[in-house]
Structure formats: C-alpha cells, structure tokens
C-alpha cells in the first residue's frame, strides 16, 4: 500500500517480485509531469507470514526545474 497524503497520484508504484516470504521490492518513481518540488510517500508491505511485518519503506523524489 502506498500512501502519499497531500501528493499528486501516479509518481511512485511498488510491485513485489512473488507473494511468499521472503519476496523483493521493486520501486519506480516517475517525476514526469510533476511540477519541481520534493514529493514523499510511504510505502508499507505486510505478510501474515512475516514476524517483522508490516514493513514500512519511506521514498522521497525530488524534481529539479527546466
């Protein structure tokens, strides 16, 4: 899940490499049509499998000016 109060939708996406434990994290974040400014999310991956979860990941993307 990833929550990004306040933000635009569509920068950051999140997908797991397979649904059992341990699984990998793949994250893209898209600064295309996204005004320059710093942009941040949180990204939380939970399993009822996993002993330390849920996993909380914070990203942070900063966009520069033409």
Not at 9 to 18: P, T, V
Not at 41 to 53: F, G, H, K, Q
Request: no cysteine; charged share 20%.
């Amino acid at each position: 899940i990833i929550y990004a109060d306040g933000q635009p939708e569509g920068w950051l996406s999140a997908q797991l490499n397979h649904s059992r434990t341990p699984a990998g994290v793949a994250i893209d974040a898209n600064s295309e049509g996204l005004a320059p400014g710093r942009y941040n999310a949180e990204l939380r991956v939970s399993s009822n499998d996993a002993v330390n979860s849920p996993i909380r990941i914070e990203v942070t993307l900063d966009v520069s000016g033409p």
